[in-house]
């Protein structure tokens, strides 16, 4: 306490004053260090709200695209599921036998279910033997037709 100047004028004051204020800044700007000013934060903000415009407006363009392949994906997944089942329905078909022409009537989902309903279709149009549309008795009818008979097999070659 042995240092005590007595001020005399304004401008000893006035040293005296800045020089605390100086103290001041400096203890402030120690304590802040590392942080940033309110005009790099505002520049800062601004170029990060224009780059979250940038980015929004590509993620909804890239959104779009999406919607679209999905649409595409989900139609040709379905290409392929017919494909898929009308390969197997005429699989099954040629294993069973059944004409190419019935392989659009056969119904199903699943191999076995295509299978049961194709060897349904197979009973309905399994080949039905109708009796001769001649007579294989021979000789048994009147004698002019059994000579003409005779003629045309002795013409076969038989």
Request: glycine letters at 6%; proline letters at 2%.
């Amino acid at each position: 306490m042995g240092d005590f100047k007595i001020i005399e004028t304004q401008e000893q004051l006035d040293s005296i004053i800045l020089e605390r204020i100086g103290r001041v800044k400096e203890s402030v700007r120690k304590e802040f260090e590392g942080y940033i000013s309110p005009e790099e934060f505002t520049k800062k903000t601004e170029a990060l709200n224009t780059e979250i415009a940038n980015l929004k407006e590509n993620l909804n363009k890239s959104n779009e695209k999406i919607k679209g392949f999905d649409a595409e994906i989900l139609e040709r997944d379905e290409k392929i599921k017919s494909y898929e089942l009308n390969s197997v329905k005429t699989k099954v078909a040629a294993e069973l036998g059944l004409d190419y022409k019935l392989v659009s009537r056969i119904s199903g989902d699943t191999e076995e279910d295509i299978r049961k309903d194709a060897e349904s279709l197979k009973e309905l149009f399994k080949p039905q033997y109708a009796a001769p549309m001649h007579s294989t008795e021979g000789n048994a009818g009147n004698s002019e037709n059994a000579a003409y008979l005779q003629m045309l097999a002795g013409m076969k070659g038989e």
